[in-house]
T-cell receptor, first 113, second 115 residues
């Protein structure tokens, strides 16, 4: 059974600080890793993808992957109230992508002005 | 915008009635997926399709069937709706045909209430 674990939160972070979101996964065959942002009542929106060990930066977002520890994280620098949302971690095992992604239950992030 | 349209966006029905949700995409993606999202469970895969008339079961397929008669449409059918199928249903497409990077793009969702 493929599992993706996240702390459900809520995680409360002051505006302007760094928000750190964490995710662990059980299947060592996992190949691709994604972070989605979901506002209340809306659909998930892809914000980051990472495929190899290390860091990947995109604007205020940094994804970190450690396959040996089966750990993925998302850092949000200079957090803004608009970053308040639920963040979903997702992993893909197969190389062909046919069987979709396995999602964590999400971490609810609150940025306090 | 990933070019995905779900219909209906909201539906209230009664236990035992059939329900069909439609996902329409304009991106010519080979792969399409149906997920449901429930509090405490997150997103769970119901069925997916890897081509016209090619479908397979996901994690929570019991009580659901799907059909894909053309590339752009993927239908999810509840033959006899039950209250446990009250949920928000998301259609997704991906990965992209040329890069196969695995990411999925989601439609707006269909909120189904079974009374």
């Amino acid at each position: 059974q493929k599992e993706v674990e996240q702390n459900s939160g809520p995680l409360s972070v002051p505006e302007g600080a760094i928000a750190s979101l964490n995710c662990t996964y059980s299947d060592r065959g996992s190949q691709s890793f994604f972070w989605y942002r979901q506002y209340s009542g809306k659909s998930p929106e892809l914000i980051m993808s990472i495929y190899s060990n290390g860091d990947k930066e995109d604007g205020r977002f940094t994804a970190q992957l450690n396959k040996a520890s089966q750990y993925v994280s998302l850092l949000i620098r200079d957090s803004q109230p608009s970053d308040s949302a639920t963040y979903l971690c997702a992993v893909r095992v197969s190389g062909g992508g046919a069987d979709g992604l396995t999602f964590g239950k999400g971490t609810h992030l609150i940025i306090q002005p | 915008d990933a070019g995905i349209t779900q219909s209906p966006r909201h539906k209230v029905t009664e236990t035992g009635t059939p329900v069909t949700l439609r996902c329409h995409q304009t991106e010519n993606h080979r792969y399409m997926y149906w997920y449901r999202q429930d509090p405490g469970h997150g997103l769970r895969l119901i069925h997916y399709s890897y081509g016209v008339k090619d479908t397979d079961k996901g994690e929570v397929s019991d009580g659901y069937s799907v059909s894909r008669s053309k590339t752009e449409d993927f239908l999810l059918t509840l033959e006899s709706a039950t209250s446990s199928q009250t949920s928000v249903y998301f259609c997704a497409i991906g990965p992209r045909r040329d890069t196969h990077t695995g990411e999925l793009f989601f439609g707006e969702g269909s909120r189904l209430t079974v009374l």
